[in-house]
């Protein structure tokens, strides 16, 4: 069993930061979180959800063309934890963001971190 929880949301103005963890526990948390393909989406009120960075196991990147060049996934192995840092916020980001975790055939997902940005 897998479980995920994110952090670091909050609330913070157009063009400020936040980072946001997802942390991998449970029986097998630590061989997910190292082998996975992790993912961030995020789904804003009245959207559908929308997937905004993914790093595979081996550290291969890929971003929305929405949030490229401000946000950064990276992953922390030796941790369990997967992190989006987000920069140059836009009120538009404003979002519940889910961590996720994809290894084989299965899916994992968090309970989500809401992150307003007031303009």
């Known amino acids: 069993q897998v479980q995920l929880v994110e952090s670091g949301g909050g609330l913070v103005q157009a063009g400020g930061s936040l980072r946001l963890s997802c942390a991998a526990s449970?029986?097998?948390?630590?061989?997910?979180?190292?082998?996975?393909?992790m993912n961030w989406y995020r789904r804003a009120p009245g959207k559908q959800r929308e997937l905004v960075a993914s790093i595979t196991n081996r550290g291969t990147t890929t971003y929305a063309d929405s949030v490229k060049g401000r946000f950064t996934i990276s992953r922390d192995n030796a941790k369990d934890t997967v992190y989006l840092q987000m920069n140059s916020l836009k009120p538009e980001d404003t979002a519940v963001y889910y961590c996720?975790?994809?290894?084989?055939?299965?899916?994992?997902w968090g309970q989500g971190t809401q992150v307003t940005v007031s303009s």
């Open positions: 449970g029986n097998s948390g630590n061989i997910v979180s190292a082998n996975a393909m």
């Open positions: 996720n975790a994809h290894y084989v055939v299965e899916d994992y």
